[in-house]
């Protein structure tokens, strides 16, 4: 079994910053992706940040400059520093990783439960 569980999310006002963390626990070899995504009401899920085992990072442009994603490998955990925050990064947020289980070719995805961050006033 493995499990991806977040937190950090919360309310905040505009222009704020918010830390998002994820922790990968259970039967992991390796990880390979680990990723944010986020989902707003009557959105589709759509990616934030994404960034490998070796520490390539991607970002939607909307949040580029602002939001940033890192690793510890050690810890099997994924942050997201989000700052200078606006109404419209309100949405839940989901942690992603694609990883193996044991030695071999095969990677599966896991999902975390999801942390709500609201950006209002």
């Known amino acids: 079994q493995v499990q991806l569980v977040e937190s950090g999310g919360g309310l905040v006002q505009p222009g704020g910053s918010l830390r998002l963390s994820c922790a990968a626990s259970?039967?992991?070899?390796?990880?390979?992706?680990m990723a944010w995504y986020r989902q707003a009401p009557g959105k589709q899920r759509e990616l934030v940040a994404v960034?490998?085992?070796?520490?390539?990072?991607n970002y939607r442009d909307s949040v580029k400059g602002r939001f940033t994603i890192s690793r510890d490998n050690a810890k099997n955990t994924v942050y997201l520093q989000m700052n200078s925050l606006k109404p419209e990064d309100t949405a839940v947020y989901y942690c992603?990783?694609?990883?193996?289980?044991?030695?071999?070719?095969?990677?599966?995805?896991?999902w975390g439960q999801g942390t709500q961050v609201t950006v209002s006033s």
């Open positions: 992603y990783a694609r990883l193996a289980r044991s030695r071999g070719p095969y990677e599966y995805d896991y």
């Open positions: 259970g039967s992991i070899f390796s990880i390979n992706v």
């Open positions: 960034i490998t085992s070796g520490g390539s990072t």
